[in-house]
Nanobody, 124 residues
C-alpha cells in the first residue's frame, strides 16, 4: 500500500487548508483512515482525526469544530478540511490506514500504513 499526502503549505492564522491523501495498491473502502501530526521538536505524532469504514468520525479535542475528515472510497482518497487554523497547528501531517479494522481508533499503533507527510505552517 502506498499513501500520498498533499495539500500542505503556508497559511496565516485563521486561514484554511485542505489536505488530501491518495491510496494505491489495495482495497481502500471499509478500513479506518486517520490523520496524525508531528509538531516541530516533538518526538511523537499526535492524533488529529479518524474516519471509520462506516463513515463515523472522531476528532482530537483541539481540532473539534474546525477540522473535518472525509473520504471518497471510489477515488481511494482521504481529505482533511482545516479551518480557522492556529499557529499551534504547525506540523507535518500524516495520513494512515488501519488494514486490520473498519473501526475508528486514535491509537497510532493500530495503523499499518503511513503516508510521507505534508507540512502545514501556520503563521501568527
Amino acid at each position: 500500500v502506498q499513501l500520498q499526502a498533499s495539500g500542505g503549505g503556508l497559511v496565516q492564522a485563521g486561514g484554511s487548508l485542505r489536505l488530501s491523501c491518495a491510496a494505491s495498491g489495495r482495497k481502500f473502502s471499509g478500513y479506518a483512515m486517520g490523520w496524525f501530526r508531528q509538531a516541530p521538536g516533538k518526538e511523537e505524532r499526535e492524533f488529529v482525526a479518524v474516519i471509520a469504514g462506516s463513515g463515523v468520525t472522531q476528532y482530537a479535542d483541539s481540532v473539534k469544530g474546525r477540522f473535518t475528515i472525509s473520504r471518497e472510497d471510489n477515488k481511494k482518497t482521504l481529505h482533511l478540511q482545516m479551518n480557522n487554523l492556529r499557529p499551534e497547528g504547525t506540523a507535518v501531517y500524516y495520513c494512515a490506514l488501519d488494514a486490520s479494522s473498519s473501526s475508528a481508533s486514535s491509537r497510532r499503533d493500530y495503523y499499518d500504513y503511513w503516508g510521507q507527510g505534508t507540512l502545514v505552517t501556520v503563521s501568527s
